[in-house]
Nanobody
């Protein structure tokens, strides 16, 4: 499984970004996908995940600002981030689970004025 993420960038505090990730490879159907992030000097943490059937789980501290969704047909996942804060600055990694966990290459999100 290969994961291609996009959508990161520089955004001012209070701004919004939408990350996208497309899974490809020999995948027989829909798979669980998600997003992790790793801020400088911190451990990687789970941000949100969505199951193959569409069940969503978002870290409590982000539920009011972040939303995860997926394409209903393709294995593509999206992370809509709003009201961004400087502490949201991190590398965001797309993940997928099919027999094992796969990681994308990461996309940098920088929240700064």
């Amino acid at each position: 499984v290969q994961l291609q993420a996009s959508g990161g960038g520089l955004v001012p505090p209070g701004g919004s970004l939408r990350l996208s990730c497309q899974a490809s490879g020999e995948i027989p159907g829909m798979i669980d996908m998600g997003w992790y992030r790793q801020a400088p000097g911190k451990e990687r943490e789970l941000v949100a995940r969505i199951s193959a059937s569409g069940s969503v789980s978002i870290l409590d501290s982000m539920k009011d600002r972040f939303d995860i969704s997926r394409d209903g047909v393709k294995n593509a996942v999206f992370l809509q981030m709003s009201s961004l804060k400087p502490e949201d600055t991190a590398v965001y990694y797309c993940t997928a689970i099919w027999l094992k966990m796969y990681w994308g290459q990461g996309t940098q999100v920088t929240v700064s004025s």
